[in-house]
T-cell receptor, first 109, second 115 residues
Framework: KNEVEQSPQNLTAQEGEFITINCSYS?????LHWLQQHPGGGIVSLFM???GKKKHGRLIATINIQEKHSSLHITASHPRDSAVYIC???????????FGTGTSLTVIP | KAGVTQTPRYLIKTRGQQVTLSCSPI?????VSWYQQTPGQGLQFLFE???????NKGNFPGRFSGRQFSNSRSEMNVSTLELGDSALYLC??????????????FGPGTRLTVL
């Protein structure tokens, strides 16, 4: 069993739709990270959170420490949001990272 | 501030050769982590360096090694290359690599192809 599970694996949405990507983890963490990877490989850190909720523009990330679950929401999705979204957790013992397998999002105009 | 830079961006090697990849972190960042990304395994943690010391290591064979210099620049080396080492190698830097100072800033990656 992977330490980090993401769902769905693939997601296709119409422009303007509300999108949710889920991440569950099974280890103790210091923080959970949401990453975005565009075709070509570049990775951008979207959020790092250890509790509650964070918002950047149309992106919202939430985490429930008790349930070991996080969600990434995209409101009013746009074709430029098309990318792979990766959940990663930093362990609370040491600094090793564990990654989810990623969610490939395609937003159709 | 300049971002994380990696050189080279692309590399083609043959089996049995060795390769050295370089990563320059964001100025002021002392933690550098290396990751391997393949279509089959996704992103996997290789190792992390802080203040010239390897602080954490993932589950990779000893052919994968690294080091960090006093200016925080880091190199990783892969010896005796195998076909399965073909991957995108990413490095990321962070201020201290712990707790809430561990936001990772990624470089563009080095795409290694082993023939």
């Amino acid at each position: 069993k992977n330490e980090v599970e993401q769902s769905p694996q693939n997601l296709t949405a119409q422009e303007g739709e509300f999108i949710t990507i889920n991440c569950s983890y099974s280890v103790g963490i210091s923080a959970l990270h949401w990453l975005q990877q565009h075709p070509g490989g570049g990775i951008v850190s979207l959020f790092m959170l250890s509790s509650g909720k964070k918002k950047h523009g149309r992106l919202i990330a939430t985490i429930n420490i008790q349930e070991k679950h996080s969600s990434l929401h995209i409101t009013a999705s746009h074709p430029r949001d098309s990318a792979v979204y990766i959940c990663a957790v930093g362990r609370n013992t040491g600094n090793q990272f564990y990654f989810g397998t990623g969610t490939s999002l395609t937003v159709i105009p | 501030k300049a971002g994380v830079t990696q050189t080279p961006r692309y590399l083609i090697k043959t089996r049995g050769q060795q390769v050295t990849l370089s990563c320059s972190p964001i100025s002021g960042h002392r933690s550098v982590s290396w990751y391997q990304q393949t279509p089959g395994q996704g992103l996997q943690f290789l190792f992390e360096y802080f203040s010239e010391t390897q602080r954490n290591k993932g589950n990779f064979p000893g052919r994968f090694s690294g080091r960090q210099f006093s200016n925080s620049r880091s190199e990783m080396n892969v010896s005796t290359l195998e076909l399965g080492d073909s991957a995108l190698y990413l490095c990321a830097s962070s201020f201290s690599g712990t707790g809430l100072d561990n936001e990772q800033f990624f470089g563009p990656g080095t795409r290694l192809t082993v023939l």
